[in-house]
């Protein structure tokens, strides 16, 4: 098992978005005490192939990280990402974007709670200045979005960040491009385990809001999860396509 985990806010709203804390508690508690190693983006890359390793990384930045997950993390010594909108820190999640309907208006972390995190050691990463869809914007202004969140993110924390997530995880050949030009690492939402051959700038992540009802994680190691995952994968796809064409007509 090598997998990078997606969680973005951690509250009871059951949007999809959402995982309930209480749940979250209990994951972390079923890694602690299992066999899988959480580890740093870095080191699951460089982990052996026999070896079951995760990531944890968190989009947006939402201000019930540092309420609701860093004590939990910290307690288990566990390493993290938090990917950060840097135009919309202190702000909330309300990108304007249709598509975010249902979705609730949460506040996200500010840069004094930024720092606070950094200083204890979980890794901040760059989610673009403003959360567009990259494979939508003028190509012209993807230098500004991508490598602009980690410079903004730099001139107020004074850390460089090496990491980046793709809002939505839509990209373009174009835009991978430029984020490779400004990370080590760049994570997709394309919907699989990781594989030690993936492109580091195009990894895929599990979203754990189709985890959210699992406090149990035991099926993650049993040799038949990467079938059952490729299965809910193929199922979102087709998903999409639908919600694209219906879109489209």
């Not at 919309?88 to 709670?113: C, F, Q, Y």
């Not at 760059?126 to 500004?144: G, M």
């Not at 385990?193 to 993936?198: E, L």
Request: charged share 20%.
């Amino acid at each position: 098992m090598r997998a990078i985990l997606t969680y973005h806010s951690l509250d009871t709203s059951g949007s999809v978005i959402s995982v309930d804390p209480a749940v979250f508690v209990r994951q972390m508690e079923w890694l602690a005490r299992s066999s899988v190693r959480v580890v740093t983006l870095a080191e699951l890359m460089t982990a052996s192939a026999h070896e079951h390793v995760v990531a944890l990384t968190f989009d947006d930045g939402f201000r019930n990280f540092a309420d609701v997950a860093a004590p939990v993390l910290t307690a288990h010594g566990f390493p993290a990402t938090v990917f950060v909108v840097s135009d919309r820190v202190g702000a909330t999640n309300r990108w304007g974007s249709a598509t975010d309907r249902g979705i609730p208006e949460l506040p996200l972390l500010d840069w004094k709670s930024l720092h606070d995190l950094a200083s204890a050691g979980f890794t901040l990463g760059a989610h673009t200045r403003s959360h567009p869809r990259l494979n939508r914007i003028d190509p012209s202004h993807l230098a500004d979005e991508i490598v602009g969140s980690a410079e903004v993110i730099r001139a107020n924390i004074g850390c460089v960040a090496t990491e980046f997530a793709y809002p939505y995880g839509a990209t373009t050949a174009q835009a991978a491009a430029v984020a490779r030009s400004a990370f080590r690492f760049g994570c997709t939402t394309e919907l699989r385990m990781a594989r030690p051959t993936d492109d580091p700038l195009l990894l895929p992540r599990i979203e754990m809001y189709y985890f959210r009802s699992e406090t149990s994680l035991d099926a993650w190691v049993a040799p038949g999860f990467p079938y059952r995952l490729g299965l809910r994968s193929f199922a979102r796809r087709v998903r999409g396509g639908v919600l694209s064409f219906a879109g489209d007509s």
